[in-house]
Every structure is written in C-alpha cells, then in structure tokens.
DNA sequence: AATGATAATGATAATCATTTTCATTTGTGC
DNA sequence: GCACAAATGAAAATGATTATCATTATCATT
C-alpha cells in the first residue's frame, strides 16, 4: 500500500480512491458511490464527486468520457492498453498499443502539445459474430 | 456547393449541416439551434438533434466532446483522419494517421475480427495554452 | 474538558444537455 | 381528395453534475 497520496486530503477521498482502485479500470461516479452503497461504506454522493474532482486536480486520477458524455475516472499509472469491441455482442479483448504510444507522442510533440494522453479502440465483429 | 450529402435526409438536416459549416468549427446542438433561432429560421431543439444523430451516422459529421462532457459536431472531410484536441481551448489539428490505420488492420486480423473500424484521438494542452 | 474557528460532509434542490412521448403536420402515391 | 408513412417539434422525462446550506467533524487554544 504505502500511497504517495497518503497525505492526501480529506477523510473521503482515500475511501473513494481506493474505492476507484477497487474497481479495476475506468468507473464513473455514479459507479464509485453505488459500489460503495453496496460495501455499506457510508458516503454521500455530494462528496464522491469532490474527491475525485480534488483527485484529479492532483493528477492522482485520469478523467475520460464515455461515448454518452458521462465522466469516467481511472487510477493514473494503471496498466495502460487498448481494445477491440464486437459491435454486435460486446465482447472485449484487451491489446497491445505500444505502436500507437508513439505515434501519440511524436506527433503531440511535432505540433506543440503537452500533458498529452490519447484514446484508439478498434471496432468490427468478432469471429463468433 | 453540391455536396454529396444533398440525397439526405429529412428536409432539416442540410438546413443543419448548413448551419454548422456557417459556425466554423465546432458547435454543441444547442448552439447551432441558438444560430438558427437568430437567423429566424424555424426549427425545433429536437430536429437539430435529430439532424446531427443522422448527420453523425452517415460520417459527415464529427463527434467529440467538450471538457465539460458537451457533444460537440462539426462537418468532417471525406478523407478519414485523427485529431489533436486541446483540453483547454478545443483547437483541433488534423493529422496522419497511417501507423493507426496499420496497427488496427493487423491486430483486428489477428483476433478474427471483421468488418472493423477505429477510432483514435490524442488530447493535451495545446502551445497557446 | 470546553470553546470556537475552519474545513468537510451530505441531503436536497437546481441546472442543463439530451432523450422520449405523442399529437400534429407534411410529403407521396393513388 | 384520401390514405398512409415519415418528419416535426412542444412538452415532459431522464440523468449526470453542480450549487446551497444546515449540520458535523477536526483541531488548536483556553
Ligand atoms: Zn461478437
Ligand atoms: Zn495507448
Ligand atoms: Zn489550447
Ligand atoms: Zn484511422
């Protein structure tokens, strides 16, 4: 354990991360404060969204969207990786992105860009589909 | 003129999409109905979105999101392509995206996957900002 | 221990983009 | 004109996020 976030900041905002950390890869809000409900953690919605705001000012949470616009938030510095999705039954596998690691890099670097991350998922019909 | 889309769709969507290249750039649903509004057009919020959905579906239209999770759409070039989205302004660069285009043909094979697409985006902070 | 300043909490209400519903209008072929 | 399908848009519903504000916890000082 031994977070460098230990110091870290007000007395939910461990609770929530750990939480967060809890939940494996991305996981919005409404989803921490359920899993929460559901562990019988006592918590306010109010306050899950402070802590991971507070949290990703830190820089100790990455924020994304969703296709639908809801915030998602993620451990920084979790294993970072693509994927390909069935469009017709979901199903999911997890890739390697390293080519597409520094294809972001050099040309976030060519045009000027800093504090630069990235999204690439691939999409089409899975062989049982 | 004669764009390619002129065979769409309802009576609004090129009424729309007009709108939208007027903006320049981006613009939310919210905006481009606001525009219509004051250009005294007559036009539901409902429609616009409508529009947009339709006008996304069939690529003419881009989609990205705002920092605060807003959809936003503006008119896509035929040719398929990747952008540098700054977090903080929202200026966008087009770039070249010929590693992706190769990282996910060759991955997709190799899974099984057929009939596939992607997507793929880098953010950060732009030079101005 | 009691006090009080200060920050944190969380229930509730407000905001605001987006989606649903559904009644009305419009287009199209007969 | 008449039927029938598609399109429209006003109004209500949804759902995530934010703002309010009274209450509660923390902690240093008395
Ligand atoms: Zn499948
Ligand atoms: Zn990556
Ligand atoms: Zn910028
Ligand atoms: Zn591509």
Redesign the pocket.
């Known amino acids: 354990m031994a977070y460098c976030w230990e110091r870290w900041?007000?007395?939910?905002?461990p609770r929530v991360l750990l939480t967060l950390e809890r939940a494996g890869g991305f996981a919005?809000?409404?989803e921490v404060y359920h899993l929460m409900q559901r562990e019988g953690q006592?918590?306010?919605?109010?306050?899950v969204?402070?802590?991971l705001?507070s949290l990703v000012k830190e820089k100790i949470v990455d924020i994304m969207r969703r296709e639908?616009?809801?915030?998602i938030y993620r451990l920084c510095g979790d294993t970072h990786h693509h994927h390909i999705v069935c469009k017709s039954c979901g199903d999911t596998v997890e890739i390697e992105g390293g080519v597409v690691e520094k294809w972001a890099k050099s040309l976030a670097a060519e045009h000027g860009y800093r504090d630069v991350g990235h999204s690439a998922e691939i999409f089409g019909l899975c062989p049982k589909c």
């Open positions: 900041l007000s007395r939910s905002n919005s809000a409404q006592s918590i306010g919605l109010t306050t969204y402070r802590a705001q639908d616009g809801e915030a």
